[in-house]
């Protein structure tokens, strides 16, 4: 198929709409529903993520993509009796495969902005990741294949209009991408730069120790960075990304907002998260958005409010601010990637408080002098990568 038309364009009013191929057939066939024009750029940026990663690290992953950035990256490491509980997946068999686990954990990550998302897999979608995917609020899948029972599950999915995408694994784009905006045509060679363990060799901080576990999240957060809309940073642990801001103007703000991305995951791990009794019949989306209530500083100031029984079974015992501070304060090992160079040490302060013992940045400020102090100060390890990822 050369052309496919669509609905419309990002938003109703824009028509005509389609996607197409001046040169060859398109590199994808939808199975099933009808893909709009966001799902396919985050199908298709997302699909570059995966099999980018997959590639690098050699590990199955997937990544849950909104508005054309990841909000959840992961590699398909075993779970957790944690992670089994926090993601909402305790009843299910201890054995997952692969890609079911990095599916769980990429979905897991910012289960907020996950709602609604775009998922991505780099392997193929096997019967036990559809059932997962199909119990959730999602607008579609991309993969390199599907089993014939994980198809016949997804197709059935919103009605019968989940969007199911296979894309050919073996495509490969032209070197040239143009793009078109306001009548006016854009031209340049694709970011192909790949994320080897040499991009992480020029280690400026006195602590100089980079674990082989930290090096191949450095290349998960680098990964994750070249697919997200900048400015970007990224904080990854164990092969996951648990914090991803993107698209501030500002590169503080991204620290800042990841950051606190990070330390929600983190926080979800605690035993009076994990503990909490949710009313009988409370959907995991509603889980999540009571969790994420839970922990707000509303909560603890009017200490859950007389509306609580609409969620709790028993009235939570309140998260204070000091039992948060101290929770987060056993965090530790934390990546952090910018996908430029940090302007002041303000940053690494920020990444301290969440956790992060190794940065990957470009490099290449008037303040690096700063920046490497600050990391001193807290026996980071930091890296100047020498390389700017923007993403637009």
Not at 133 to 142: C, K, P, Q
Not at 186 to 214: C, H, W, Y
């Amino acid at each position: 198929m050369k052309e496919l038309e669509l609905k419309y364009g990002c938003n109703p009013n824009q028509k005509p709409a389609r996607v197409y191929m001046k040169n060859g057939e398109l590199p994808f066939i939808v199975l099933n529903g009808k893909p709009g024009y966001i799902n396919l750029l985050d199908a298709l940026n997302s699909w570059q993520l995966v099999k980018e990663l997959k590639e690098a690290t050699g590990q199955t992953c997937a990544a849950s993509f909104k508005h054309v950035s990841p909000a959840g990256v992961a590699i398909g490491t075993p779970l957790s009796e944690i992670e089994r509980q926090m993601y909402f997946v305790k009843e299910l068999p201890e054995e997952l495969t692969p890609i079911a686990n990095a599916y769980i954990k990429a979905r897991g990550s910012d289960r907020m902005s996950s709602y609604g998302d775009f998922c991505a897999l780099s392997d193929i979608c096997d019967e036990v990741t559809a059932r997962l995917i199909n119990r959730e609020v999602s607008d579609g899948v991309i993969a390199p294949g599907y089993t014939a029972e994980a198809l016949e599950i997804l197709k059935k999915k919103r009605r019968g209009t989940y969007c199911v995408i296979e894309i050919d694994p073996s495509y490969i784009p032209q070197e040239i991408e143009t793009k078109e905006v306001f009548g006016v045509s854009f031209e340049q060679g694709r970011n192909n730069i790949q994320m080897t363990e040499e991009l992480f060799k020029d280690i400026v901080s006195d602590n100089k120790d980079l674990p082989k576990e930290a090096l191949r999240d450095l290349i998960v957060s680098m990964i994750t960075l070249k697919y997200t809309q900048s400015n970007s940073v990224c904080y990854v642990k164990d092969g996951q990304a648990i914090g991803i801001g993107a698209g501030q103007q500002s590169r503080i703000h991204c620290t800042r907002l990841a950051g606190d991305k990070a330390d929600k995951w983190y926080l979800r791990q605690s035993p009076l998260v994990l503990n909490l009794q949710f009313a009988d019949g409370l959907k995991r989306a509603e889980r999540d958005n009571a969790i994420d209530i839970y922990l707000s500083k509303d909560w603890r100031d009017v200490n859950g409010d007389d509306n609580w029984q609409q969620t709790f079974k028993v009235r939570p015992e309140v998260f204070t601010e000091e039992k948060q501070i101290e929770w987060l304060a056993t965090n530790k090992n934390v990546v952090l990637g910018s996908d430029a160079f940090f302007p002041f040490g303000d940053n690494i302060e920020r990444a301290y408080r969440s956790g992060v013992q190794y940065i990957g940045e470009a490099g290449g400020s008037i303040r690096d002098d700063h920046v490497i102090e600050t990391a001193n100060k807290h026996n980071m390890v930091l890296i100047f990568t020498h390389l700017r990822l923007f993403h637009h």
